[in-house]
């Protein structure tokens, strides 16, 4: 799970990292108020998505006032901006930045450090944590001013403490502003939550942003929702067969939109709540890469056809079921009366089908 900048400081608010002064908004009245108590100048921003962040700066309090209005009036994938972050303006000479993530080849956290052009980087030991070596390691590799060494391996420290209590599959502190009195200010961060320790983490459900919700309907049914830049929605069940389908769309020159994981369960419900999902997207295709594993593919087949009938999709449907009774599973989706609906035998005539619909027309996801 993706936090932004928003989330990711609710989340890290009780570790007492050095965090920029910020304040919530959800009205211009507020945004005043909050300017008074922060001091000006401050910047105020809204987050749509966890890699883009919308900002305006503010030196008087009509600027405050303007900017909170312009700002909430804004739509972002379709969903209206209801808040705006108002944080203090902070001006540094310097600025570092450093961030832990789980390395997929050792198995093990790594921390980098980045000041000025430099960059260093150590791999650490889950079983003894950050060593106080490793973190000099860390500020004398980047030239860190001596002066902010003891601050900054203090947060080296904290933050390794941030990733192992949230399970952060990544944690980035950006801008880390190095003060003239020998302190540090963090003026934005982002986390990355192992969706497989959700459930540690009940928290989350209080911070929520209004542009997640998506998201967050995905986690209520149980599926495992990646929004990509493509403008093919993939539907698998298992983590194997979306990445599959993503690559074979990819040789082939098409993209992926999303990725919606039905995990093991092919029910009908579940296959509704993507088809909902879908809905928000603006997709050329849907393609259905699904293994029946707990039921026969027949009564998979029937499941979905009945979804399929119910939403009444105007776009290009490609269905590729395997499992028991596949043959009876196939035959059922090539009774549908819907034109759009194609059952085929493997990915590889999947992709075929989709190249050759997609060329005939640019439709949108549409549901009757």
């Given at each position: 799970?993706?936090?932004?900048?928003?989330?990711?400081?609710?989340?890290?608010?009780?570790f007492?990292?050095p965090?920029?002064?910020?304040?919530?908004?959800?009205?211009?009245?507020?945004?005043?108020?909050?300017?008074?108590?922060?001091?000006?100048?401050?910047?105020?921003s809204?987050?749509?998505?966890?890699?883009?962040?919308?900002?305006?700066?503010?030196?008087?309090?009509?600027?405050?006032?303007?900017?909170?209005?312009?700002?909430?009036?804004?739509?972002?994938?379709?969903?209206?901006?209801?808040?705006?972050?108002?944080?203090?303006?902070?001006v540094?000479?310097?600025?570092?930045?450093?961030?832990?993530?789980?390395d997929?080849?050792?198995?093990?956290?790594?921390?980098?450090a980045q000041?000025?052009?430099?960059?260093?980087?150590?791999?650490?030991?889950?079983?003894?944590?950050?060593?106080?070596?490793?973190?000099?390691?860390?500020?004398?590799?980047?030239?860190?001013?001596?002066?902010?060494?003891?601050?900054?391996?203090?947060l080296?420290?904290?933050?390794?403490?941030?990733?192992?209590?949230?399970?952060?599959?990544?944690?980035?502190?950006?801008a880390?502003?190095?003060?003239?009195?020998?302190?540090?200010?963090?003026?934005?961060?982002?986390?990355?939550?192992?969706?497989?320790?959700?459930?540690?983490?009940?928290?989350?459900?209080l911070?929520d942003?209004?542009?997640?919700g998506?998201?967050?309907?995905?986690?209520?049914?149980?599926?495992?929702?990646?929004?990509?830049?493509?403008?093919?929605a993939?539907?698998?069940?298992?983590?194997?067969?979306?990445?599959?389908?993503i690559?074979?769309?990819?040789?082939?020159?098409?993209?992926?939109a999303?990725?919606?994981?039905?995990?093991?369960?092919?029910?009908?419900?579940?296959?509704?709540?993507?088809?909902n999902?879908?809905?928000?997207?603006?997709?050329?295709?849907?393609?259905?890469?699904?293994?029946a594993?707990?039921?026969?593919?027949?009564?998979?087949?029937?499941?979905?056809a009945?979804?399929?009938?119910?939403?009444?999709?105007t776009?290009p449907?490609?269905?590729?079921?395997?499992?028991?009774?596949?043959?009876?599973?196939?035959?059922?989706?090539?009774?549908?009366?819907?034109?759009?609906v194609?059952s085929?035998?493997?990915?590889?005539?999947?992709?075929?089908?989709?190249?050759?619909?997609?060329?005939?027309?640019?439709?949108?996801?549409?549901?009757?």
């Amino acid at each position: 799970m993706q936090l932004n900048d928003f989330q990711t400081r609710t989340m890290l608010q009780r570790f007492a990292l050095p965090l920029v002064r910020a304040v919530v908004a959800h009205s211009a009245d507020e945004a005043d108020a909050a300017a008074r108590e922060i001091g000006l100048p401050v910047i105020l921003s809204i987050q749509p998505t966890a890699n883009v962040r919308l900002k305006r700066h503010a030196l008087t309090l009509a600027e405050v006032h303007e900017h909170t209005l312009d700002l909430l009036r804004l739509k972002v994938n379709g969903a209206q901006a209801k808040r705006v972050l108002i944080e203090a303006e902070i001006v540094a000479q310097i600025e570092c930045s450093l961030a832990i993530y789980a390395d997929t080849d050792s198995h093990r956290p790594v921390i980098i450090a980045q000041c000025a052009g430099s960059s260093a980087s150590e791999t650490i030991n889950p079983l003894s944590g950050v060593f106080e070596f490793q973190a000099r390691n860390l500020v004398n590799t980047i030239n860190l001013p001596r002066e902010y060494w003891r601050e900054f391996i203090a947060l080296i420290q904290q933050l390794y403490t941030c990733a192992v209590q949230l399970d952060a599959l990544r944690l980035e502190l950006h801008a880390i502003a190095l003060l003239p009195n020998g302190s540090l200010l963090v003026r934005s961060a982002d986390l990355q939550i192992d969706d497989y320790a959700l459930f540690r983490h009940p928290e989350l459900e209080l911070v929520d942003d209004v542009h997640d919700g998506v998201k967050r309907h995905a986690r209520a049914a149980g599926i495992t929702y990646t929004p990509l830049r493509g403008t093919v929605a993939c539907v698998v069940n298992g983590a194997g067969l979306g990445m599959a389908t993503i690559d074979m769309l990819m040789v082939a020159g098409l993209r992926a939109a999303c990725i919606l994981d039905l995990c093991t369960d092919l029910s009908s419900g579940k296959m509704a709540a993507a088809l909902n999902i879908l809905l928000h997207h603006q997709v050329r295709a849907v393609c259905f890469n699904l293994f029946a594993t707990r039921t026969s593919a027949e009564m998979v087949a029937h499941d979905l056809a009945a979804m399929l009938n119910e939403f009444a999709l105007t776009i290009p449907v490609i269905v590729r079921i395997e499992g028991q009774e596949v043959e009876a599973a196939r035959a059922v989706i090539n009774q549908q009366t819907a034109v759009n609906v194609i059952s085929v035998t493997s990915m590889s005539q999947a992709v075929m089908r989709l190249i050759s619909l997609l060329r005939q027309g640019s439709g949108r996801v549409n549901s009757g």
